[in-house]
Each structure stands twice: as structure tokens, then as C-alpha cells.
């Protein structure tokens, strides 16, 4: 059978059967047409019927005359009744245009769904419907035009949330592309031995509407919040940013889109937008346009960038604030040129695993759940092997400056000059003049001891002269070393990402931390 761009001669022979299926909104039955050569569908009017204003617009009651004020009351009721219909029947200017607006955007649904079928062959198939892309019903024994809603991606993503979204509104303009179909493609004669009567269309799996949405509209509503303020004890400033749980999860969604995208070797080169984001069922996301570049290290790190450029707005509470964690990704993301190589390579690999468990995605407890175990893990090296991992992050991440955030915040300073308490962790038990007491130095695994210490003995040194706890949750801990440590406490995971210290020493922590949320 030949495919589209030839004549097409009619073929009486090896009809498949259909398959039987039923869909609400997936199939919509045409009433009959002409036996004209083009299948057209023209748009059905829809007559309102005038209401009728009644006489009797009272039930009288039983054993009793309608009085004078009876019929008064009934006429003016009558008189209120007409003028509501008056009223309904004529539209406002800005319905009508409304209306116009609708009318326009539903013919170019129209225009793109012929678009889309023809992108695809025509011939006969026995079996399914569809078998890996779209095949015309023209040639089976069928009266519906089957579709398969999966089909619509790449270019046509957007055109398969429209008519997902409006399918009761767009399916005539669906029926006229499809009659348009036939017809260009001079299918007419085969059409009729099958039905004098225009196609009926069906979408299988086409998704309920509303669930497919544009981020722009998603972010649009009201309670679809990405941040939230957040209150801590600082004498410095009490408000600050910290993600909602569907913060997270978008961002997340996403970014995990997009790398593994570039794990198949593909790339948009940076050129989407929002418009091309689309958010199904507020737990799945993607980009409808298609990563058709080669995602060459260049290419990568202008898809990282433009992520970050478009959620970066979006991340940031009325008054201008980013979450602590956020601010260090953001900057990531938009300079990762150097952090990335080959689309295969190991060091990408690395980058893509450390940025999908970053700790601006996840939440203050599982932060806060991270570092303590982290830090067991640490005490339960030897001497040695402390002190071979201290020259290794060493190595990587010369003496970071977080010391001098120390005297930013009162809890710091109080745990600071209890500094840090030594003994041989080679044995059993220390005694007690077996331990040594130092001061916190610049390493990044210090870095992690005060950490600890904060999370274990902060609220010690959070109270007031009455002794009156100011902290009021566990998170403000958290919250409170994302504000000023951000930036050094993620230089720290980055570093035993990258010095493969997460597949042995600490691969516990960091498996419990990556699976949480």
C-alpha cells in the first residue's frame, strides 16, 4: 500500500478489525453528511431556546383565590424573570472577546492536529491500531480515526496538553482536520466503502483535562507555592527563604529531565523556555520540545543554565530572599562548563549524580539526618585514615574561609569555644587525660565536626536570660546554617562526591540521604 505522496487506489482486501475501546472524551460520534468527494465537518450552532415567562409564575393554593397582591406580585416576578433572560442572552463585550480569542486558538489546534497526522504514513496494517506510530484508520474496517496520545511529543507536546485541556471545545476542529486529511490525500473512495458519514475520532490514553499543564500556568496558581518565609532565632534578621516540599520536587523533576537526557547523548544547546516546561499531575515533569542536539560538554552546560535562569525567579519569596542552599546551585548550574565532560564520561557522571542529590533538594530534616551521620561515620575511622581523608579534602578544597562566619550568630560563637575534643580513636576507651581539646581549624571536616555540634548542642546556647527556649522547631538549627555555612557545607559533599568517598566510607549516609526527599 503505497504511503503518503502517491495516489492511492482503492483496496477492498485484508481489513483488519478494530480495536474495540470507549472512551468519554476520547470518541465523539459525527452525525451523517453528504456523500460529497471531501469528508468535511462543519461547526454545530448551538440555538438556546428562549425561556418562557409563564402566567402562571405562582402555584395557587389549595381552596383559596389568588388575591390583588397575588397577581401583583406574580406580574412582577414575571416582569424580573424576563428581564434575567434579557440579560443572560446578551453577552458582555468582554465575552465576546473572550469568545473570539477561544475560537481562534481552537482553529489552530485544528491547523496543527493535520500537522501532526501528516507526519506520519499511510497504509494498511492488520492488528492494533497503532504499532510503535500513528497508522490512518482509512485502511481498516473501522468508522473511528484512532490516535494514540503518547504520540504527541517533541514539536507536538504542546498540542497534545491542548487538546487534553479542551477536547470538548476542539474535537469539531479535530474532525474537520481529519476529513482535510482524507481528502489531501485523495482517500475519499476508500473512506466510502467503509461510511457514507464523516470519521469518528478517537484519543487512546487521552489524560483527564487540567492534569497536563504549562509550568507558567502551573506557577500561576495560587496555592502552588515553591517558597515559603520562614522564622528563626537571629538577632540579625529573622526572616528568611526555605523551599516547600513541591519546591523541591520541581525543581528536582526537571533537572533529573534533563540529565537524563544528556545521559542518552541528547541536548537542547540551552534553547528552550518556559513555555516548553509541563508539569502532569504535579508529580511529573518534562520539556516538550525535543533534544535534538548533541549533548556535547558546551551543550550540556547551556541546558544547566537555562534551567536555572528560568526557575531562578521563581525561587525567591516576595521580598527578594533565595533559600540558603539555593543560592550555591543556582551558581552551579550556571557555571558548569568545568564540572562536566563527555556526555559518558566519569566526571559527568559525578556531577550529575552529586546535582540530583543536592542538598538544596531536600528537606531541613534530611539535611540535618545527613550530617550526623556523616559525622558518625567519621568517628569510626582510625587515626590514620583521619588523617589521610583531611589531606585529601584538603587537596581539593584549599582551607575554606567558613571560620569567619563563626561570630555571625551567638549559637556559633558559644559552640566555637568549646572547640573540639581529641582522644585515640584507635582505642577501645580514653581516659580522660588521653584527650586533647583544640580549636576549630579551617578543613572542611572540622567543618562537619561544628556542624554536628551545632545540630547536637546548639539549643543549649539559644536561650534567654530566664532560660526560655527561642528556638521553636528543629529546623531553625538547619535554617540557621544554611543562612551563613551554606556555601562551605556544600563544598564539603561536593568533595566526597568527587573523591568517590560515598561509595565506601560514607555510602550509608549518603544512600539514606539520596532516597529521602
Same mark, same amino acid.
Given at each position: ?14 481489513? *483488519? ?19 460529497? $468527494? ?15 415567562v ?8 389549595? *381552596? ?28 458582555? $463585550?468582554?465575552? /465576546? ?22 507526519s ?6 492488520? *492488528? ?5 506510530? @500513528?497508522?490512518?484508520?482509512? #485502511? ?10 503518547g ?9 497534545g ?36 458519514? +464523516? ?19 502551573? @506557577? ?12 528563626? #532565632?537571629? +538577632? ?27 545521559? !542518552? ?17 504535579e ?35 516576595a521580598?527578594?530572599?533565595? $533559600?540558603? #542552599?539555593?543560592i ?11 564540572? @562536566? ?15 540530583s ?30 588523617k589521610?581523608?583531611?589531606?585529601? @579534602? ?12 563563626v561570630?555571625? =550568630? ?15 580513636a ?25 556542624? /554536628? =555540634?551545632?545540630?547536637?548542642? *546548639? ?9 526560655e ?8 538549627? !538547619? ?17 566526597l ?21
Open positions: 500500500m503505497p504511503h503518503h505522496g502517491g495516489r492511492k487506489k482503492k483496496n477492498k482486501g485484508g481489513k *483488519g478489525k478494530p480495536r474495540k475501546k470507549t472512551d468519554d472524551r476520547g470518541e465523539a460520534n459525527v452525525g451523517s453528511g453528504d456523500s460529497s $468527494p471531501a469528508v468535511r465537518v462543519e461547526e454545530e450552532a448551538e440555538v438556546e431556546a428562549e425561556a418562557e409563564g402566567t402562571a409564575v405562582e402555584p395557587q393554593r389549595s *381552596g383559596t383565590l389568588a388575591s390583588p397582591t397575588d397577581v401583583v406580585e406574580a406580574a412582577q416576578h414575571g416582569q424580573r424573570q424576563q428581564q434575567a433572560s434579557q440579560s443572560q442572552q446578551t453577552p458582555s $463585550p468582554r465575552s /465576546c472577546a473572550a469568545a473570539v480569542v477561544n475560537k481562534r486558538e481552537d482553529e489552530t489546534v485544528g491547523y496543527n492536529f493535520l500537522q501532526f497526522l501528516r506520519f504514513t499511510v497504509e494498511h496494517r492488520e *492488528g492494533p491500531f497503532y504499532a510503535g506510530e @500513528l497508522k490512518s484508520m482509512v #485502511y481498516q474496517n473501522s468508522k473511528t480515526f484512532c490516535v494514540y496520545y504520540h504527541f511529543q517533541g514539536q507536538y507536546a504542546n498540542l496538553t491542548k487538546i487534553s485541556n479542551s477536547y470538548a471545545r476542539v474535537v469539531g476542529f479535530l474532525r474537520s482536520a481529519i476529513g482535510r486529511f482524507i481528502t489531501e490525500y485523495e482517500l475519499d473512495d476508500q473512506w466510502r466503502e467503509i461510511s457514507n458519514d +464523516p470519521p469518528k475520532i478517537h484519543i487512546d490514553a487521552l489524560p483527564p483535562a487540567g492534569s497536563i499543564v504549562s509550568l507558567q500556568y502551573f @506557577l500561576g496558581q495560587a496555592h502552588n507555592k515553591l517558597v515559603e518565609t520562614a522564622r528563626i #532565632y537571629d +538577632p540579625n534578621g529573622s526572616l528568611v527563604a526555605d523551599s516547600t516540599k513541591l519546591g523541591r520536587r520541581v525543581f528536582l523533576g526537571f533537572l533529573i529531565y534533563i540529565i537524563n537526557q544528556h545521559k !542518552d547523548g541528547r541536548s537542547w544547546c540551552g534553547e528552550f523556555s518556559i513555555d516548553d516546561l509541563l508539569v502532569r499531575n508529580s511529573t515533569f518534562g520539556i516538550t520540545k525535543a533534544a535534538s542536539s548533541h549533548a556535547s560538554c558546551k551543550a550540556m552546560a547551556k541546558d544547566l543554565k537555562q534551567l536555572a535562569k528560568i526557575l531562578e525567579k521563581h525561587f525567591r519569596t521580598q527578594g530572599q533565595v $533559600p540558603g #542552599y539555593f550555591k546551585l543556582f551558581s552551579e548550574l550556571k557555571e558548569s562548563a568545568g564540572e @562536566l565532560g563527555q556526555y559518558n564520561s566519569e566526571k559527568t557522571r559525578k556531577f550529575h549524580k552529586y546535582l542529590s543536592h542538598l538544596a533538594l531536600r528537606s531541613a530534616m534530611s539535611r540535618r539526618h545527613l550530617f550526623m551521620d556523616l559525622f558518625r561515620a567519621y568517628q569510626l575511622l582510625g587515626k590514620t585514615a583521619k589521610d581523608l583531611i589531606s585529601l @579534602l584538603g587537596s581539593m578544597f584549599p582551607e575554606d574561609k567558613w571560620l569567619h562566619k561570630d555571625k =550568630h551567638q549559637m556559633f560563637i558559644k559552640v566555637s569555644e568549646y572547640g573540639i575534643v581529641e582522644g585515640d584507635d582505642k577501645a576507651s580514653n581516659s580522660q587525660d588521653q584527650k586533647k581539646k583544640r580549636s576549630y581549624s579551617g578543613d572542611l571536616l572540622d567543618l562537619l565536626v561544628f556542624i /554536628c =555540634h551545632i545540630t547536637e548542642h *546548639g539549643a543549649d546556647h539559644t536561650k534567654d536570660d530566664n532560660m527556649q527561642k528556638l521553636k522547631s528543629l529546623v531553625e538549627i !538547619d535554617l540557621i546554617i544554611a543562612k551563613y555555612l551554606s556555601a562551605a557545607v556544600v563544598d564539603l559533599i561536593k568533595a562526591v568527587k573523591s568517590d568517598l560515598l561509595k565506601d566510607t560514607f555510602s550509608d549516609p549518603w544512600n539514606a540521604f539520596s532516597n529521602s526527599s
